[in-house]
């Protein structure tokens, strides 16, 4: 009567339906037997990595390169390269990397170190902060493809008509933040103040133009509990209490600003050059209005924007090493450099691209983006920069929300940082 | 009358709230880039337009991403059942003393944060040549919703009256034809509900789809709108967001409003206490 | 049919489900159990070493967890709480027979099926202070004079969070309850109407207790899934300001993917699911108490 076989027997059935009806997926679609490299891309990309990819498939036949296109999200394509990293999986034989991401996949042993292809001495045809940013404990990990940086742009004709020349000190940028805003419907100065990288990459920023620093990734010295520091930390604090900023800048990130400048209503915008590309673009309100500017310094600082940019690396798990890195080398030629920065606008990491005319034709921006381009500041090459980054971006939060005021907060971040990286090391040459 | 014109208000307010944000995502679909964000706000859109629609269907494979997700939404929700309704069946009629032992057991498998078992899951995916087919994210999706499922079930069966199965019992059916024959067709509603439970559930997921489909091909649509993207990385481009939300979710209204009554009244079997 | 027959049929029934379940579900979580134990930190070291309850005792020193469990617990609470009471409300007014009550109902269900990280995003915007809807409403109803920007400080990020969260998930709570309360028999409450209990007693005597099974489904479910809550907060704050917002899920994830420790992020996770687990325990037993007796 109970008939237990059965309801095995009759499960058995049903899941094996199940899992003929599901088994009916599309196969993957693999051409015949050739080496394939493949690397994910964010989506904004893809499509101009494809003239790339052919170029390069045509000059080596048998070969092909997998363009996958990944989630626009910059943390999720970190958090898929990871997923996939940490199984060991040899899924992408490059990686495309963030500035910010190679020390830790260097330091977790997820890259393969390029110097034998890339030595020392090809430095010089690369912009040089585009190039150190790929090394990690004196091993090169990954070569810059396109380069961006920090900058603070500014209405041009609100300035004239004001007779307001651009500032060269954060007193000046404050006072004209407040002299040319008419809050809410103008505001004087908008950034990014969210809880997030962006939030760091602003503050570096202001802190490199009051002669502060961050962390010395050489010695692990902490700077946030020096004056310069906790000055850089009022600026930004007291944006929005006197109004120069919006009541919400904590919570922007490039967009919330960029939309404000956009519409016309801010003086001054810190961004990157996307935001400059589109101000630019036909149609737009800000034609010919917007000029370009470092974040300012006061005495004993220097004026800067921050390092970004992204570059490939090779992957440790890559079964086509050589391949991949025959890729790079493709990928970081003039000609492959034209194909992604041209229709696109982005920096090129490459020094002879801001000699070339098809480049400078199209986005002669270029020249002063070299320029500016030499007062990078850059965020510091540790393995653990997440953390740091997060301690950093969690009490600045907290600062600009009013939970903690500047100066404590710095010392808590100054304190938390000091227990993640532990002791400082004595200065490089006199350790055993 | 009073209590006549309160119910209405009530309506109209519970339809405003539930609705207000959705229309907001519509009206900016249909609005031209300059007047998504400007200030002053504008609400309606001058003149309406469909570029954003355009754009999304003719950049992305959109309609191949409906298919995709709906594809692995009804399998997930009916894996899921053929493991649930038995497994419901027997807790509602066999088993009352230890019922909400078992119960409880399955709920607390649930409790895991299903974001932290992204990596142990990828694993087993890839070992399993997984990668980008749909049965990666069927699994999963059965399993991550079977407790929800056999909660819902193991009340529906409750509620069905015991001397209706006594009596095949009586009349010598076996288990499983009495579950087949009897006992499924009365629970028929909480089976739907169930499945469709589960099939939002999937449709909605995120972080697995995004992680174990990486083929544009394979792609389900909320991974799809993920890889949206304007001209730049850090723009967010608000009009073909808004579309393609507005796309996705078309499908899921019809299917809710086809199948409401069957909810309902499935749930309503589900609730009764036995 | 004796007793035992029937037991062992039912085990044969529970068996499948339960057998696919620990194969999918529970041979991860062991990794991640046994990952607690280790010092699995990729960063600073690739060899993983046995660590015994080190990644346990790192959580009394932490400071950012124990604000993040307090986070995680207020937005658990207070997003179940309301979606409750709200989906009760509205339960109880589609029960009711009208014309169109059809399509209202799958109305008011939108919210749950549009997709959460992407509504995290414009839920985001809509709190905007510039951009945002939902300032320029509440200025033109008089009800504000000058733009909040609703993310911008503790309190009222969590809020926004919260109402984020309460306005995508009531309709699964009201769903629930509604069929509940379909199930009631309406003799019963008509009994009690003719005993002449008021509405709000019908309500508090008859209906509710009636009710108490679905509530238990609906209420157990939503606890879990806020708890684990993940994609809404991450996009919407990313935890700010200043970690306000911060949950031990989006905490752990760090650790994991952005900080590459596993063995802190499993004990992060590990110690969260037994707290919940504990929690579920005392509430189903507590609900089942009265129930037993039937």
């Known amino acids: ?432 | 009358m009073t209590r006549r014109v309160a119910f209405a208000i009530a309506i109209l307010l519970a339809l405003a709230w539930s609705l207000g944000p959705v229309l907001w995502q519509i009206l900016t679909a249909i609005k031209p880039d300059a007047q998504i964000t400007h200030a002053p706000l504008v609400y309606w859109p001058h003149p309406p337009t469909g570029e954003h629609f355009r754009a999304i269907w003719e950049r992305k494979p959109f309609g191949l991403y409906l298919l995709n997700s709906t594809f692995i939404a009804f399998f997930a929700a009916l894996l899921c059942l053929v493991f649930a309704t038995p497994a419901a069946m027997a807790l509602a009629r066999l088993l009352p003393r230890d019922r909400d032992r078992v119960l409880l057991t399955f709920l607390v498998l649930s409790l895991f944060p299903p974001i932290l078992l992204l990596f142990p899951l990828y694993e087993a995916v890839r070992g399993l040549g997984w990668i980008n087919q749909p049965v990666a994210l069927v699994v999963p999706y059965a399993a991550l919703h079977l407790p929800l499922a056999v909660w819902v079930l193991e009340s529906g069966f409750r509620s069905i009256p015991v001397s209706i199965d006594e009596a095949a019992r009586l009349d010598g059916l076996s288990v499983v034809r009495r579950l087949v024959r009897v006992l499924a067709p009365l629970a028929t509603p909480s089976i739907v509900t169930a499945g469709i439970l589960v099939f939002i559930f999937a449709w909605n997921e995120f972080m697995l789809a995004v992680t174990f489909l990486t083929r544009d091909q394979a792609k389900t649509v909320t991974a799809g709108i993920a890889s949206v993207s304007g001209a730049s990385l850090y723009e967010i481009p608000w009009g073909p967001l808004c579309a393609a939300i507005t796309l996705a979710t078309l499908p899921l209204f019809v299917l809710v409003l086809v199948f409401q009554r069957r909810i309902v009244s499935g749930l309503t079997r589900g609730a009764v206490k036995g | 049919m004796n007793g035992r027959a029937t037991i062992r049929e039912s085990w044969v029934l529970i068996a499948p489900a339960f057998l696919f379940l620990l194969a999918v579900i529970a041979l991860p979580i062991l990794r991640v159990l046994w990952l607690s134990f280790l010092h699995a930190d990729l960063v600073g070291n690739q060899q993983f070493s046995f660590a015994g309850i080190d990644q346990y005792d790192r959580l009394w020193n932490d400071a950012r967890w124990l604000k993040s469990l307090g986070n995680t617990v207020m937005f658990t609470f207070s997003s179940v709480a309301i979606e409750l009471g709200l989906g009760l409300a509205l339960a109880l007014l589609l029960h009711r027979a009208f014309r169109g009550r059809g399509l209202v109902r799958a109305l008011v269900t939108l919210p749950w099926v549009l997709p959460t990280a992407i509504m995290a995003l414009a839920w985001a915007w809509i709190a905007n202070d510039t951009f945002g809807v939902a300032n320029d409403l509440l200025q033109r109803l008089g009800l504000l004079r000058a733009p909040v920007a609703w993310l911008g400080a503790p309190a009222t990020a969590m809020t926004t969070v919260v109402l984020a969260d309460v306005w995508k998930t009531t309709p699964f709570v009201t769903l629930v309850l509604l069929a509940g309360l379909q199930g009631i028999p309406d003799t019963v409450v008509e009994a009690a109407r003719l005993d002449g209990l008021s509405p709000w007693r019908r309500l508090a005597r008859v209906t509710l207790p009636l009710l108490l099974p679905s509530v238990l489904v609906a209420g157990l479910f939503r606890l879990i899934q806020a708890y684990g809550a993940f994609d809404l907060i991450y996009v919407m704050t990313g935890g700010g300001p200043g970690g306000a917002t911060e949950t031990v899920s989006l905490y752990a994830y760090r650790n994991y993917f952005r900080y590459l420790d596993f063995g802190y992020g499993s004990a992060l996770a590990v110690q969260a699911v037994v707290l919940m687990a504990l929690l579920s325990w005392a509430i189903v037993r507590w609900a089942r108490e009265p129930g037993e007796v039937s």
Not at chain 1, 63 to 89: K, M, W
Not at chain 1, 128 to 149: C, E, N, Q, S
Not at chain 1, 281 to 293: C, K, N, R, T
Request: aromatic content about 10%; overall charge negative; hydrophobic content about 40%.
């Open chain 1, 1 to 432: 009567m109970i008939a237990p076989k059965k309801v095995i027997w009759a499960a058995l059935v049903l899941m094996s339906t199940a899992a003929v009806g599901i088994g009916c997926a599309p196969p993957s679609a693999h051409g015949p037997a050739t080496s394939t490299i493949s690397v994910l891309l964010p989506p904004s990309e893809r499509p101009f990595w494809q003239p790339i990819a052919n170029g390069f498939e045509a000059a080596h036949p048998g070969t092909h390169v997998d363009l996958v296109e990944g989630p626009q999200s910059t943390d999720l394509r970190e958090s898929l390269y990871t997923t996939s990293l940490l199984a060991r999986d040899a899924t992408f034989d490059l990686v495309y990397l963030d500035v910010t991401w190679t020390p830790k996949f260097a330091a977790a042993g997820w890259l393969r170190a390029l110097d034998d292809s890339f030595p020392p001495s090809e430095r010089e045809h690369f912009l040089p902060h585009a190039w150190d940013a790929g090394i990690f404990d004196g091993h090169l990990y990954r070569v810059p493809v396109r380069t961006d940086m920090g900058l603070l742009f500014y209405r041009q004709d609100w300035l004239d008509s004001a007779h307001v020349h651009p500032p060269a000190t954060f007193e000046q940028l404050a006072e004209d933040a407040v002299v040319l805003g008419d809050p809410p419907a103008r505001w004087g100065y908008v950034w990014q103040g969210a809880q997030y990288e962006g939030l760091v990459c602003n503050y570096l920023e202001v802190l490199t133009g009051y002669g502060g620093y961050w962390i010395d990734p050489e010695t692990n010295d902490i700077g946030l509990e020096d004056p310069e520091a906790v000055a850089a930390a009022h600026f930004l604090v007291d944006a929005p209490q006197v109004r120069a900023s919006p009541p919400g800048v904590g919570t922007y990130q490039e967009e919330e600003s960029r939309r404000i400048f956009q519409d016309g209503r801010a003086a001054f915008l810190r961004n990157w050059p996307y935001a400059y590309r589109l101000s630019q673009q036909a149609g737009s309100p800000l034609v010919g209005h917007v000029g370009v500017l470092l974040m300012p310094a006061t005495d004993g600082g220097r004026p800067s924007g921050t390092l970004g940019g992204w570059g490939l690396g090779v992957s440790t798990y890559s079964k086509n090493p050589e391949l991949a890195t025959e890729f790079i080398r493709y990928a970081v030629s003039i000609e492959s450099q034209r194909a992604l920065c041209a229709p696109t606008g982005y920096a090129p990491a490459l020094e002879a691209a801001y000699l070339d005319s098809t480049l400078l034709a199209v986005n002669p921006f270029l020249t002063r983006f070299r320029a500016l381009h030499r007062h990078c500041t850059v965020r510091p090459a540790i393995a653990r920069y997440a953390q740091a980054s997060d301690i950093l971006q969690r009490h600045l939060s907290a600062a600009l929300a009013g939970i903690e005021s500047p100066q404590m907060a710095l010392e808590h971040a100054a304190h938390e940082t000091r227990l993640l990286l532990g002791p400082r090391h004595p200065p490089r040459g006199t350790a055993g």
